[in-house]
């Protein structure tokens, strides 16, 4: 179905994103497409639909050559593709045309379109969003209804640029059932992603790294070979870590790439053995314990009981309380009035706390209260014991707390690094002296050198540099708080440990309060003292991550998944193990139960 061989691509003529790249994929292939940032990954999915064509080399998909122009109509029916930022790819201002529109574009009659659309939505689990407007979705929405889009146009070919990457854990799940569904069927898929526990359920596994094939075999070939997953700045799945890790303690377990045979595995090696109860735990971590802010000090930010809604307020507030038909199986309600509804917390100085919730929850919106992007309906936010509602103190509140969104390289825009990382300060009115130590300072902070970057266009950067003068550009305003909308988005594993990192060490060592949107389990897990799970626009909890985590089912039933580490210790308690592993959390202790569970027989 796609045979490219020994092709190669430069974008500038210099320096070649692919070089001498061979890989078949058969009809009805299932390959996920892994490597880092850099690494050739998008450039490659492009060349399939003929976005791109190789300088050296050829592509052909389902017999047809990629270069002969008279194909590309045939061969973009052939191959669709959901790229990374469904923001790239929605052309339509309802969810419906935007669905119709690539049928609409191939000829399709009327009817047969309808049906597309309405089967493509109720896959990614959207019916009922029929006339919603696209630009309201959030993230996660949008790119389902891209996701939709490609379906509708009932492909040979699924190419997936990450697009799970702004998927809630529920939504993540759902795309993959999906993806194995229409595998099953015959559907050729191809997945680029960065989530191991994706890759492990593909047929074949294909590592990429400066632009050639570094790794190409099954999952359970590939995804064992932790030395050069590492090499490559890549992960390995949780339960191939995990398995290694017991083994050098002494465990005799398998090289598992899937946490179902894991368990098996610790569950059979523990049983009828000599086992000891496993080791008790305090009930606290690091992160938790001492958390800053539990005192008695004034929030840096309070919600006082708020409510938003994008629609006309009097018509928000007839409606209150409807919940029209049954939430979607990816998502939520599409009847709901009030993106919040009766907010009420605070965060007090030097807190890390996540923000968690399925898509469409309320998480972008809510943040955006937190510097006045957006005004409460009912109810007050304050920041630093300014009401955010008043102009003249929204506008010194703004000032206090720095908001990095999205995919923050897009908020680039100016000629050179420092102008762009000198907007802020210089908006302030401050002195040249100051907005030069601004500057240098930031991009100090983000591990970024002035005298060598400063003069250079951002947009010559690497995407991973671009993030970071983004965000030295959010820390040029020296902000009190630090709010960051889904950080690690698109990054691949080394990047995103990276800047998470550079994150906690400002936390730490700076003192800023930070609040983090995140749909990782595990992110939060580490680097939270505090975490709100918002559901459907409403405060549904609210505690440390151990107690938070500690409400399993509730969490799945809203979407959300567990730390890795809890999933094998709920697992393996399932499996009959002590019961005492309900209550493990972090991955030391799910080790340490594991070993005295299997000491009687450990080799």
Not at 147 to 170: Q, T, V
Not at 225 to 233: F, R
Not at 254 to 260: D, S, Y
Request: negative net charge; charged residues 25%; aromatic residues 4%.
């Amino acid at each position: 179905m796609i045979d490219c061989e020994h092709m190669s691509f430069t974008y500038d003529g210099k320096r070649f994103v692919l070089s001498d790249v061979s890989i078949r994929i058969a009809q009805g292939e299932f390959v996920c497409i892994l490597g880092g940032n850099g690494s050739g990954k998008s450039t490659f999915a492009k060349h399939i639909n003929a976005l791109l064509v190789p300088d050296e080399g050829t592509m052909t998909v389902d017999g047809m050559d990629t270069a002969d122009e008279e194909s590309l109509y045939a061969i973009r029916s052939t191959a669709g593709m959901v790229f990374q930022n469904p923001d790239d790819q929605l052309v339509a201002s309802l969810v419906e045309d935007d669905v119709a529109f690539g049928p609409e574009n191939m000829g399709v009659e009327t009817s047969e379109i309808a049906r597309r659309v309405r089967e493509a939505l109720a896959e990614v689990g959207l019916m009922g969003f029929e006339t919603h407007e696209t630009n309201a979705l959030s993230g996660g929405q949008k790119q389902r209804v891209a996701i939709a889009g490609a379906l509708a146009m009932e492909p040979k070919i699924l190419i997936l640029d990450e697009a799970s990457s702004m998927l809630d854990p529920r939504g993540r799940r759902g795309l993959m059932r999906v993806c194995k569904a229409l595998h099953e069927r015959g559907m050729t898929v191809v997945a680029i992603t960065h989530f191991m526990e994706e890759a492990a359920e593909a047929d074949r596994v294909v590592v990429l790294d400066g632009g050639r094939v570094a790794l190409d075999g099954t999952p359970a070939d590939v995804l064992v070979q932790t030395d050069k997953l590492a090499h490559l700045n890549l992960e390995v799945p949780f339960a191939c870590e995990l398995s290694e890790r017991l083994r050098s303690e002494g465990v005799d377990v398998p090289a598992c790439i899937r946490e179902r045979d894991l368990a098996h595995a610790i569950a059979d090696r523990a049983e009828g053995r000599a086992a000891q109860a496993p080791i008790a735990h305090d009930g606290s971590t690091a992160h938790e314990s001492g958390a800053a802010g539990a005192g008695g000090e004034e929030p840096v930010i309070a919600f006082e009981h708020v409510s938003h809604t994008y629609l006309d307020s009097s018509k928000a507030r007839k409606n209150r309380g409807k919940k029209g038909g049954k939430t979607a199986a990816w998502g939520n309600d599409p009847n709901a009035v009030w993106a919040l509804h009766d907010i009420h917390f605070a965060i007090r100085p030097g807190e890390f706390v996540g923000i968690a919730g399925h898509t469409g929850s309320g998480k972008s919106t809510l943040i955006q209260h937190m510097n006045g992007i957006l005004k409460p309906t009912e109810g007050r936010v304050l920041v630093c014991g300014r009401d955010i509602a008043d102009k003249k103190e929204a506008t010194a509140a703004r000032a206090k707390v720095g908001v990095v969104f999205q995919y923050p390289e897009r908020q680039l825009f100016a000629a050179t690094v420092y102008d762009d990382v000198a907007f802020g300060p210089r908006n302030l009115g401050l002195s040249a002296d100051e907005v030069d130590k601004r500057v240098a300072s930031s991009l100090a902070l983000v591990g970024l050198d002035r005298e060598a970057i400063g003069d250079a266009s951002p947009f010559e950067l690497s995407g991973g540099q671009q993030r970071r003068v983004a965000f030295a550009g959010v820390l040029a305003m020296d902000p009190e708080v630090l709010v960051l909308d889904e950080p690690t988005a698109g990054l691949d594993p080394a990047a995103r440990k990276e800047f998470l990192e550079l994150v906690a060490g400002l936390h730490a060592e700076a003192g800023l309060t930070v609040v983090m949107v995140s749909h990782s389990m595990d992110d939060l897990a580490a680097l939270c003292q505090r975490i709100v799970v918002l559901k459907e626009g409403e405060m549904f909890a609210s505690g440390t991550p151990r107690e938070v985590f500690a409400l399993n089912a509730e969490l799945d039933a809203v979407g959300l998944g567990l730390p890795a580490a809890r999933r094998m210790a709920l697992a393996l308690r399932d499996l009959g193990m002590p019961e005492a592993f309900s209550g493990f959390y972090t991955e030391d202790e799910l080790v340490a139960g594991i070993v005295s569970a299997c000491k009687g027989g450990a080799r």
